[in-house]
């Protein structure tokens, strides 16, 4: 398969900066991973500290994967033992093509507690401290409050395949673990959203794209505004409602 062969290649390259661990973390570990469509998102724990010249090693190992099938959605963010408390702390990643800094969040620490993949070393309730339920709640109506429900506001963004499929997912998945204290995939929280009242269109679509055709046809340009219009009509107030519940819980 692809996706084993590209893992095998990266731990390869990966292994002259003695790891202490990869995991995978998200559709790849959850078990909604679709060779093509899903990233892979991984961790490596390296012993660290990573100065530029690990910065640069680092994107020498992505650029010399870069003409391996899938390689483009491989992500991984580079942690170190000593650092690896706090959630808000950004981290070395290596993203859309590029190094850059972002935090490990909650949720994905509580993905890699509960069902992270070991690619190599130790597991990550070996490294990783685990993840309070009120510091999981809080990032979760954080995201929604803070990220998504301005972004509803951005008529543009909504336009875009992206924007619609994972604000209407990750509302789902955040209503889900408000409510049950749970993390879901992206299909258990496609399925949960015609009970949230998100419009029946706009899921159907979303189900059609991701796990249905190949190649969806491109859409035309009067289905994209009204797609766009009812997601925000939905999402909005969804929001909305979800925070202020969280708040009054």
Do not use: N
Not at 101 to 121: A, I
Not at 184 to 202: D, F, M, N, Q, W
Not at 217 to 229: K, Q, V
């Amino acid at each position: 398969m692809t996706t084993a062969s590209l893992l095998d290649g990266f731990l390869e390259a990966l292994l002259p900066l003695r790891p202490r661990a990869l995991w995978a973390h998200g559709s790849l570990a959850g078990g909604d991973y679709q060779e093509g469509r899903s990233d892979l998102d991984l961790i490596a724990v390296l012993p660290g500290p990573l100065g530029p010249a690990h910065a640069f090693r680092i994107a020498a190992l992505h650029a010399g994967l870069r003409r391996r099938p899938l390689a483009a959605k491989l992500h991984c963010s580079y942690l170190t033992p000593a650092a690896l408390d706090d959630p808000d702390r950004p981290h070395l990643t290596w993203a859309h093509g590029r190094l850059l800094r972002r935090p490990v969040t909650p949720v994905t620490r509580r993905e890699l507690h509960d069902f992270g993949r070991v690619l190599h070393g130790q597991p990550p309730g070996g490294l990783l401290p685990p993840v309070p339920e009120g510091q999981l709640r809080d990032f979760v109506v954080r995201d929604q409050r803070d990220f998504w429900r301005p972004a509803v506001d951005k008529a543009p963004l909504w336009r875009q395949d992206v924007w619609v499929d994972l604000g209407l997912l990750t509302f789902a998945r955040a209503t889900v673990t408000l409510r049950d204290g749970r993390l879901i995939s992206k299909r258990e929280a496609l399925a949960e959203l015609p009970a949230l009242g998100a419009p029946a269109e706009v899921v159907a679509d979303i189900a059609r794209r991701r796990y249905e055709d190949l190649a969806p046809a491109p859409a035309d340009a009067d289905r994209i505004a009204r797609r766009a219009g009812a997601t925000r009509a939905f999402l909005g107030p969804a929001i909305d409602a979800l925070v202020e519940g969280a708040g009054a819980g």
